[in-house]
């Protein structure tokens, strides 16, 4: 079985930054995309950023200039730094991974999600 697994959550003041790691671990054969999701108290869970293998990233407007996704295709593992966080960040992060296996069966696996919460 493939798993997702984030780490990197907390407490944060506002302005401040913080970094999100995901690793996605198993038996895989390629891991296609990877990206960070996130849910504030109340309210569903959204897309936040997300990145290709290639390096191809998209980002939420809200956090675009502020948030930057990276990949390390050796490691499987995706990073999000979190600059210049606001209140409005706060939620809960969920990494997402979507690929196949060595069977060539693909998988589509979330981690059990950090906390992240920005207050002063």
């Known amino acids: 079985q493939v798993q997702v697994r984030e780490s990197g959550g907390g407490l944060v003041q506002p302005g401040g930054s913080l970094n999100l790691s995901c690793t996605v671990s198993?038996?895989?054969?390629?891991?296609?995309?990877m990206g960070w999701y996130r849910q504030p108290p109340g309210k569903q869970r959204v897309l936040a950023a997300s990145i290709t293998t290639d390096g191809e990233a998209v980002y939420e407007d809200s956090v675009k200039g502020r948030f930057t996704i990276s990949i390390d295709n050796v490691k499987n593992t995706v990073s999000l730094q979190m600059n210049n966080v606001k209140p409005e960040d706060t939620a809960v992060y969920y990494c997402?991974?979507?690929?196949?296996?060595?069977?060539?069966?693909?998988?589509?696996?979330w981690g059990q999600g950090t906390q992240v919460t920005v207050s002063s």
């Open positions: 198993g038996s895989i054969f390629r891991v296609y995309v």
């Open positions: 997402h991974a979507v690929g196949s296996l060595n069977d060539n069966s693909q998988f589509n696996n």
